[in-house]
Protein backbone atom coordinates (compact mmCIF):
# COMPACT_ATOMS: atom_id res chain seq x y z
CA UNK A 1 0.00 0.00 0.00
CA UNK A 2 1.19 3.30 -0.74
CA UNK A 3 2.01 5.70 2.20
CA UNK A 4 0.21 9.01 0.98
CA UNK A 5 -2.65 6.56 0.74
CA UNK A 6 -3.11 5.90 4.73
CA UNK A 7 -4.57 9.29 5.59
CA UNK A 8 -7.18 9.41 2.50
CA UNK A 9 -8.35 6.03 3.64
CA UNK A 10 -8.11 6.85 7.83
CA UNK A 11 -11.05 10.01 6.39
CA UNK A 12 -12.97 7.03 4.76
CA UNK A 13 -13.04 4.85 7.64
CA UNK A 14 -13.98 8.42 9.82
CA UNK A 15 -16.84 8.77 7.13
CA UNK A 16 -17.77 5.50 7.04
CA UNK A 17 -18.97 5.18 11.13
CA UNK A 18 -22.37 6.08 10.99
CA UNK A 19 -23.45 4.20 7.45
CA UNK A 20 -21.27 1.79 4.99
CA UNK A 21 -19.78 3.70 2.66
CA UNK A 22 -17.68 1.96 -0.58
CA UNK A 23 -16.61 3.85 -3.63
CA UNK A 24 -17.82 3.39 -7.38
CA UNK A 25 -14.30 1.67 -8.08
CA UNK A 26 -14.72 -0.73 -5.28
CA UNK A 27 -18.54 -1.10 -6.33
CA UNK A 28 -17.70 -2.28 -9.74
CA UNK A 29 -14.47 -4.45 -8.15
CA UNK A 30 -17.09 -6.40 -6.46
CA UNK A 31 -19.58 -6.88 -9.03
CA UNK A 32 -17.28 -8.25 -11.62
CA UNK A 33 -15.46 -10.53 -8.48
CA UNK A 34 -19.50 -12.01 -8.20
CA UNK A 35 -19.82 -11.73 -11.67
CA UNK A 36 -16.54 -14.07 -11.92
CA UNK A 37 -17.36 -16.62 -9.02
CA UNK A 38 -20.94 -17.17 -10.97
CA UNK A 39 -19.53 -17.86 -14.25
CA UNK A 40 -16.63 -20.14 -12.28
CA UNK A 41 -19.45 -22.17 -11.09
CA UNK A 42 -22.11 -21.99 -14.09
CA UNK A 43 -18.52 -23.87 -15.94
CA UNK A 44 -18.59 -26.30 -13.30
CA UNK A 45 -22.31 -27.42 -13.08
CA UNK A 46 -22.43 -27.26 -17.10
CA UNK A 47 -19.57 -29.32 -17.37
CA UNK A 48 -21.40 -31.81 -15.02
CA UNK A 49 -24.40 -31.67 -17.21
CA UNK A 50 -22.04 -32.49 -20.40
CA UNK A 51 -20.62 -35.22 -18.66
CA UNK A 52 -23.74 -36.88 -17.68
CA UNK A 53 -26.50 -36.03 -20.45
CA UNK A 54 -24.52 -38.59 -23.30
CA UNK A 55 -27.41 -39.34 -25.31
CA UNK A 56 -28.83 -43.18 -24.36
CA UNK A 57 -29.71 -43.72 -28.00
CA UNK A 58 -25.61 -44.05 -28.89
CA UNK A 59 -23.45 -46.40 -27.96
CA UNK A 60 -23.67 -46.01 -24.24
CA UNK A 61 -20.11 -47.05 -23.03
CA UNK A 62 -17.95 -44.95 -25.58
CA UNK A 63 -18.11 -40.89 -24.74
CA UNK A 64 -14.48 -39.92 -25.71
CA UNK A 65 -11.42 -40.89 -27.40
CA UNK A 66 -8.04 -40.28 -25.69
CA UNK A 67 -5.30 -38.32 -27.94
CA UNK A 68 -2.95 -40.41 -29.92
CA UNK A 69 -0.57 -40.18 -32.79
CA UNK A 70 -1.37 -40.62 -35.96
CA UNK A 71 -0.04 -43.59 -36.38
CA UNK A 72 -1.63 -45.28 -33.22
CA UNK A 73 -5.32 -46.64 -33.66
CA UNK A 74 -7.46 -44.43 -30.86
CA UNK A 75 -9.36 -46.23 -28.76
CA UNK A 76 -12.93 -44.91 -27.01
CA UNK A 77 -12.55 -44.08 -23.24
CA UNK A 78 -15.17 -45.93 -21.19
CA UNK A 79 -17.03 -43.07 -18.45
CA UNK A 80 -17.09 -46.30 -16.29
CA UNK A 81 -13.39 -46.92 -16.45
CA UNK A 82 -13.12 -43.51 -14.58
CA UNK A 83 -14.91 -45.50 -10.94
CA UNK A 84 -13.51 -47.98 -9.14
CA UNK A 85 -14.11 -51.44 -10.20
CA UNK A 86 -16.30 -54.05 -8.62
CA UNK A 87 -15.29 -55.73 -5.39
CA UNK A 88 -16.96 -58.57 -3.84
CA UNK A 89 -17.44 -59.26 -0.58
CA UNK A 90 -16.84 -55.63 0.16
CA UNK A 91 -19.26 -54.53 -2.21
CA UNK A 92 -21.76 -55.95 -0.64
CA UNK A 93 -22.37 -53.73 1.77
CA UNK A 94 -24.54 -50.40 1.13
CA UNK A 95 -22.33 -47.33 -0.92
CA UNK A 96 -24.40 -44.42 0.59
CA UNK A 97 -24.80 -43.30 -3.56
CA UNK A 98 -27.65 -41.86 -5.04
CA UNK A 99 -29.84 -45.18 -5.53
CA UNK A 100 -28.97 -48.79 -4.34
CA UNK A 101 -31.34 -51.87 -3.94
CA UNK A 102 -30.90 -55.48 -2.81
CA UNK A 103 -33.22 -57.65 -4.62
CA UNK A 104 -34.34 -61.38 -4.35
CA UNK A 105 -36.64 -63.61 -6.82
CA UNK A 106 -37.22 -67.34 -7.14
CA UNK A 107 -39.80 -70.28 -7.56
CA UNK A 108 -39.55 -72.23 -4.03
CA UNK A 109 -40.83 -76.12 -4.45
CA UNK A 110 -42.63 -77.76 -1.47
CA UNK A 111 -43.99 -81.40 -1.06
CA UNK A 112 -46.92 -82.85 -2.60
CA UNK A 113 -45.61 -81.00 -5.55
CA UNK A 114 -46.35 -77.69 -4.75
CA UNK A 115 -44.87 -74.18 -5.13
CA UNK A 116 -45.07 -70.89 -4.63
CA UNK A 117 -43.22 -67.47 -6.01
CA UNK A 118 -41.75 -64.44 -4.19
CA UNK A 119 -39.87 -61.27 -4.68
CA UNK A 120 -38.63 -59.53 -1.98
CA UNK A 121 -36.63 -56.01 -2.57
CA UNK A 122 -34.84 -53.48 -0.57
CA UNK A 123 -34.69 -49.80 -1.86
CA UNK A 124 -32.48 -46.77 -0.22
CA UNK A 125 -32.61 -43.74 -1.97
CA UNK A 126 -30.34 -40.53 -0.84
CA UNK A 127 -31.57 -37.04 -1.82
CA UNK A 128 -32.74 -34.44 0.06
CA UNK A 129 -34.43 -36.92 2.51
CA UNK A 130 -32.89 -40.42 2.60
CA UNK A 131 -35.56 -43.54 3.27
CA UNK A 132 -35.78 -46.82 2.98
CA UNK A 133 -38.69 -49.06 1.57
CA UNK A 134 -38.89 -52.69 1.07
CA UNK A 135 -41.48 -54.45 -1.34
CA UNK A 136 -42.23 -58.24 -1.23
CA UNK A 137 -44.57 -60.46 -2.78
CA UNK A 138 -45.45 -63.99 -2.31
CA UNK A 139 -48.03 -65.96 -4.86
CA UNK A 140 -49.34 -69.63 -4.70
CA UNK A 141 -49.28 -70.94 -8.32
CA UNK A 142 -51.38 -73.41 -7.20
CA UNK A 143 -54.24 -71.07 -6.87
CA UNK A 144 -52.94 -68.07 -7.87
CA UNK A 145 -53.67 -65.94 -4.79
CA UNK A 146 -51.12 -63.06 -4.55
CA UNK A 147 -49.90 -61.72 -1.05
CA UNK A 148 -48.33 -57.86 -1.19
CA UNK A 149 -46.72 -56.03 1.23
CA UNK A 150 -44.83 -53.13 1.62
CA UNK A 151 -42.69 -50.89 4.45
CA UNK A 152 -41.17 -47.39 4.35
CA UNK A 153 -39.11 -45.66 6.57
CA UNK A 154 -36.91 -42.37 6.92
CA UNK A 155 -32.89 -43.18 7.22
CA UNK A 156 -31.64 -46.20 7.19
CA UNK A 157 -32.19 -48.79 9.50
CA UNK A 158 -29.45 -50.80 8.91
CA UNK A 159 -26.90 -52.02 11.31
CA UNK A 160 -23.26 -52.04 10.28
CA UNK A 161 -21.65 -55.42 9.76
CA UNK A 162 -18.30 -56.26 7.65
CA UNK A 163 -19.15 -56.81 3.99
CA UNK A 164 -22.84 -57.11 3.84
CA UNK A 165 -25.61 -55.80 5.14
CA UNK A 166 -28.59 -55.90 7.81
CA UNK A 167 -32.09 -54.27 7.16
CA UNK A 168 -34.64 -54.88 9.58
CA UNK A 169 -38.30 -53.06 9.93
CA UNK A 170 -41.75 -53.87 11.33
CA UNK A 171 -40.79 -57.08 11.61
CA UNK A 172 -38.75 -57.33 8.26
CA UNK A 173 -35.15 -58.65 7.41
CA UNK A 174 -32.92 -58.78 4.95
CA UNK A 175 -29.64 -59.47 5.75
CA UNK A 176 -26.09 -60.88 4.15
CA UNK A 177 -22.58 -61.69 5.22
CA UNK A 178 -19.84 -63.16 3.25
CA UNK A 179 -21.16 -66.73 4.50
CA UNK A 180 -24.85 -66.15 3.42
CA UNK A 181 -28.10 -63.92 3.64
CA UNK A 182 -31.36 -64.44 5.39
CA UNK A 183 -34.72 -63.14 4.60
CA UNK A 184 -37.87 -62.50 6.36
CA UNK A 185 -41.29 -61.04 5.44
CA UNK A 186 -45.05 -60.48 6.72
CA UNK A 187 -47.98 -60.56 5.20
CA UNK A 188 -51.44 -59.87 6.32
CA UNK A 189 -52.29 -63.76 6.29
CA UNK A 190 -49.04 -65.14 5.17
CA UNK A 191 -45.22 -64.90 5.90
CA UNK A 192 -42.34 -66.01 4.30
CA UNK A 193 -38.33 -66.78 6.43
CA UNK A 194 -35.14 -67.98 3.93
CA UNK A 195 -31.82 -68.93 4.85
CA UNK A 196 -29.82 -68.61 1.70
CA UNK A 197 -26.29 -69.75 0.83
CA UNK A 198 -23.65 -67.36 -0.81
CA UNK A 199 -22.85 -69.82 -3.11
CA UNK A 200 -22.75 -70.21 -6.91
CA UNK A 201 -21.81 -68.08 -9.73
CA UNK A 202 -21.01 -64.69 -9.18
CA UNK A 203 -22.11 -62.54 -12.92
CA UNK A 204 -20.73 -59.01 -13.05
CA UNK A 205 -22.74 -57.08 -16.08
CA UNK A 206 -21.42 -54.60 -18.68
CA UNK A 207 -22.54 -53.04 -21.47
CA UNK A 208 -21.84 -54.71 -24.76
CA UNK A 209 -18.64 -53.50 -26.14
CA UNK A 210 -17.42 -52.22 -22.83
CA UNK A 211 -13.92 -54.06 -20.96
CA UNK A 212 -15.57 -52.74 -17.75
CA UNK A 213 -17.41 -55.50 -15.83
CA UNK A 214 -19.99 -54.50 -13.47
CA UNK A 215 -20.63 -51.74 -14.44
CA UNK A 216 -23.02 -49.93 -17.04
CA UNK A 217 -23.79 -47.22 -18.47
CA UNK A 218 -27.30 -45.57 -18.99
CA UNK A 219 -25.93 -42.52 -20.81
CA UNK A 220 -27.96 -39.40 -20.12
CA UNK A 221 -29.47 -41.14 -16.80
CA UNK A 222 -26.26 -41.77 -15.01
CA UNK A 223 -24.00 -45.12 -14.10
CA UNK A 224 -25.00 -48.42 -12.34
CA UNK A 225 -22.95 -50.96 -11.10
CA UNK A 226 -24.68 -54.21 -11.14
CA UNK A 227 -23.74 -57.85 -10.41
CA UNK A 228 -26.17 -61.00 -9.98
CA UNK A 229 -25.79 -64.18 -7.89
CA UNK A 230 -28.06 -66.24 -10.26
CA UNK A 231 -28.32 -68.99 -8.33
CA UNK A 232 -28.57 -69.11 -4.63
CA UNK A 233 -29.53 -72.42 -3.16
CA UNK A 234 -32.54 -71.17 -0.29
CA UNK A 235 -34.60 -73.36 2.58
CA UNK A 236 -36.81 -72.07 4.79
CA UNK A 237 -40.68 -71.92 5.40
CA UNK A 238 -43.66 -70.18 3.96
CA UNK A 239 -46.96 -69.82 6.35
CA UNK A 240 -50.11 -69.17 4.80
CA UNK A 241 -53.78 -68.98 7.06
CA UNK A 242 -51.05 -70.15 9.70
CA UNK A 243 -50.23 -73.74 8.32
CA UNK A 244 -46.33 -73.66 7.58
CA UNK A 245 -44.77 -75.46 4.73
CA UNK A 246 -41.05 -76.21 4.41
CA UNK A 247 -39.19 -74.79 0.75
CA UNK A 248 -36.59 -74.97 -0.93
CA UNK A 249 -35.33 -73.64 -4.27
CA UNK A 250 -32.96 -71.73 -6.03
CA UNK A 251 -33.26 -67.63 -5.53
CA UNK A 252 -31.69 -65.01 -8.00
CA UNK A 253 -30.15 -62.03 -6.39
CA UNK A 254 -29.14 -58.03 -7.68
CA UNK A 255 -27.52 -55.86 -6.37
CA UNK A 256 -27.44 -52.44 -8.08
CA UNK A 257 -26.41 -48.84 -7.07
CA UNK A 258 -24.70 -45.78 -8.40
CA UNK A 259 -25.92 -42.34 -9.34
CA UNK A 260 -28.97 -42.90 -11.74
CA UNK A 261 -32.54 -41.79 -12.42
CA UNK A 262 -34.84 -44.60 -12.50
CA UNK A 263 -37.59 -42.18 -13.51
CA UNK A 264 -36.39 -41.01 -16.76
CA UNK A 265 -36.56 -44.58 -18.32
CA UNK A 266 -38.79 -47.79 -18.23
CA UNK A 267 -37.90 -51.25 -18.46
CA UNK A 268 -38.77 -55.00 -19.33
CA UNK A 269 -36.39 -56.99 -17.42
CA UNK A 270 -35.62 -60.65 -17.70
CA UNK A 271 -34.30 -63.05 -15.03
CA UNK A 272 -34.17 -66.64 -16.56
CA UNK A 273 -33.22 -69.98 -15.30
CA UNK A 274 -32.90 -72.42 -18.29
CA UNK A 275 -33.26 -75.98 -18.01
CA UNK A 276 -29.70 -76.49 -19.11
CA UNK A 277 -28.59 -75.10 -16.45
CA UNK A 278 -27.55 -71.84 -17.87
CA UNK A 279 -29.31 -68.39 -16.88
CA UNK A 280 -30.18 -65.27 -18.76
CA UNK A 281 -30.27 -61.51 -17.51
CA UNK A 282 -31.87 -59.72 -20.44
CA UNK A 283 -33.06 -55.82 -20.01
CA UNK A 284 -34.92 -53.16 -22.48
CA UNK A 285 -35.02 -50.04 -21.85
CA UNK A 286 -37.42 -47.29 -23.51
CA UNK A 287 -37.76 -43.54 -23.23
CA UNK A 288 -41.28 -41.60 -22.09
CA UNK A 289 -43.01 -42.49 -25.56
CA UNK A 290 -41.73 -46.10 -25.59
CA UNK A 291 -39.49 -46.43 -27.66
CA UNK A 292 -36.65 -48.78 -27.29
CA UNK A 293 -33.24 -47.53 -26.05
CA UNK A 294 -31.35 -50.34 -25.51
CA UNK A 295 -31.53 -54.26 -25.11
CA UNK A 296 -28.70 -55.74 -23.44
CA UNK A 297 -28.16 -58.61 -20.87
CA UNK A 298 -25.89 -61.41 -20.10
CA UNK A 299 -25.48 -65.70 -20.49
CA UNK A 300 -23.91 -67.30 -17.56
CA UNK A 301 -23.39 -71.10 -17.13
CA UNK A 302 -20.76 -72.67 -15.88
CA UNK A 303 -18.27 -71.93 -18.36
CA UNK A 304 -18.74 -68.25 -17.65
CA UNK A 305 -20.97 -65.45 -18.35
CA UNK A 306 -20.77 -63.33 -21.49
CA UNK A 307 -22.39 -60.14 -22.64
CA UNK A 308 -24.97 -60.09 -25.39
CA UNK A 309 -23.41 -58.28 -28.26
CA UNK A 310 -25.37 -55.51 -29.71
CA UNK A 311 -28.31 -56.93 -31.77
CA UNK A 312 -27.98 -60.08 -30.55
CA UNK A 313 -31.25 -60.06 -28.71
CA UNK A 314 -34.38 -58.99 -30.22
CA UNK A 315 -37.50 -59.05 -27.93
CA UNK A 316 -40.84 -59.25 -29.46
CA UNK A 317 -43.99 -58.51 -27.63
CA UNK A 318 -47.09 -60.66 -27.20
CA UNK A 319 -50.48 -61.11 -25.46
CA UNK A 320 -50.96 -57.60 -22.91
CA UNK A 321 -53.04 -57.64 -19.37
CA UNK A 322 -54.76 -54.86 -17.94
CA UNK A 323 -55.22 -53.84 -14.58
CA UNK A 324 -58.11 -53.35 -13.43
CA UNK A 325 -57.36 -51.86 -10.33
CA UNK A 326 -54.74 -49.24 -12.34
CA UNK A 327 -55.71 -49.72 -15.97
CA UNK A 328 -52.20 -49.77 -16.71
CA UNK A 329 -51.89 -51.87 -19.61
CA UNK A 330 -48.64 -54.27 -19.64
CA UNK A 331 -46.94 -56.56 -22.34
CA UNK A 332 -47.02 -60.16 -19.90
CA UNK A 333 -45.88 -62.18 -22.91
CA UNK A 334 -42.86 -61.95 -24.81
CA UNK A 335 -40.53 -63.78 -27.54
CA UNK A 336 -36.62 -63.43 -27.12
CA UNK A 337 -35.18 -63.96 -30.48
CA UNK A 338 -31.54 -65.40 -29.76
CA UNK A 339 -28.93 -66.90 -31.92
CA UNK A 340 -29.80 -70.02 -30.82
CA UNK A 341 -33.08 -69.81 -30.68
CA UNK A 342 -36.64 -68.61 -29.93
CA UNK A 343 -37.57 -68.31 -26.21
CA UNK A 344 -41.28 -68.00 -25.34
CA UNK A 345 -42.23 -66.14 -21.66
CA UNK A 346 -45.53 -66.23 -20.61
CA UNK A 347 -46.61 -65.16 -16.51
CA UNK A 348 -47.89 -68.11 -14.46
CA UNK A 349 -50.24 -65.34 -13.34
CA UNK A 350 -50.99 -62.38 -15.28
CA UNK A 351 -52.34 -60.23 -12.32
CA UNK A 352 -48.62 -59.40 -10.96
CA UNK A 353 -48.86 -55.79 -10.91
CA UNK A 354 -47.66 -54.22 -7.53
CA UNK A 355 -48.78 -50.59 -6.46
CA UNK A 356 -46.42 -49.07 -4.78
CA UNK A 357 -47.33 -45.56 -4.99
CA UNK A 358 -47.21 -45.45 -0.93
CA UNK A 359 -43.82 -46.09 -0.69
CA UNK A 360 -41.73 -45.17 -4.07
CA UNK A 361 -44.56 -43.44 -6.02
CA UNK A 362 -44.68 -45.80 -8.89
CA UNK A 363 -46.40 -48.79 -10.00
CA UNK A 364 -44.53 -51.91 -11.81
CA UNK A 365 -45.50 -55.43 -12.52
CA UNK A 366 -43.10 -58.39 -11.23
CA UNK A 367 -44.20 -61.87 -11.69
CA UNK A 368 -43.01 -65.54 -11.77
CA UNK A 369 -43.04 -66.82 -15.54
CA UNK A 370 -42.53 -69.87 -17.63
CA UNK A 371 -40.08 -70.51 -20.44
CA UNK A 372 -40.62 -72.40 -23.36
CA UNK A 373 -39.76 -72.55 -27.09
CA UNK A 374 -35.79 -73.39 -28.15
CA UNK A 375 -34.69 -74.51 -24.00
CA UNK A 376 -37.84 -74.55 -20.83
CA UNK A 377 -37.11 -72.93 -18.00
CA UNK A 378 -38.48 -70.50 -15.58
CA UNK A 379 -37.66 -67.35 -13.70
CA UNK A 380 -39.15 -63.23 -13.03
CA UNK A 381 -40.32 -60.70 -15.31
CA UNK A 382 -40.40 -56.97 -14.12
CA UNK A 383 -41.99 -54.09 -16.72
CA UNK A 384 -41.41 -51.02 -15.12
CA UNK A 385 -42.44 -47.36 -16.41
CA UNK A 386 -45.67 -48.83 -17.93
CA UNK A 387 -47.71 -45.63 -16.21
CA UNK A 388 -46.63 -42.97 -18.26
CA UNK A 389 -47.00 -44.84 -21.80
CA UNK A 390 -50.74 -45.14 -21.67
CA UNK A 391 -51.02 -48.58 -23.30
CA UNK A 392 -54.15 -50.62 -24.18
CA UNK A 393 -55.07 -53.67 -25.19
CA UNK A 394 -55.97 -54.59 -28.97
CA UNK A 395 -57.43 -57.65 -30.39
CA UNK A 396 -56.41 -59.39 -27.05
CA UNK A 397 -52.44 -58.73 -27.67
Known sequence: MNVDDRPRRRRRRRRSSSRTYRSPQARARARWKNLAVFLAILIVVCGGLFYFLVSVEE???AVAAATTPAAASPRPVERTAALPPLRLPADQAPHGSGMEW????????????????FHMVVFVANGLIKHTVMHAALTDLQTGKRYVSQTRTGGSPAAAIPNGFDFRQEGWQASATESGHALRADFADAAITLTLDNSGPVVAHRAP???????????????????????????GDIVIDGKAQPVRGEVWFDQ?????????????????????????????????EGRSVVTAGT???????????????????????TSPKTNITYVVE????????????????????????????????????????????????????????????????
Not at 348 to 371: C, H, I, L, Q, R
Open 209 to 235: GSETPGLLDFGSSGISYYYSRPRLPAR
Open 334 to 397: WSIKLPSGILNVTPFVPDSEFDSTGTTANVYWEGPVKVSGSQEGQGFLELSGYERLGLRPSNGK
Open 59 to 61: PPV
Open 102 to 117: WYYSGILDAAADRHYA
Open 299 to 321: FSDAKGAVPLKRGEAELMPGKRW
Open 256 to 288: QWGEFDVLSLGWNWFSLHLKDGSDLMLYQLFDK
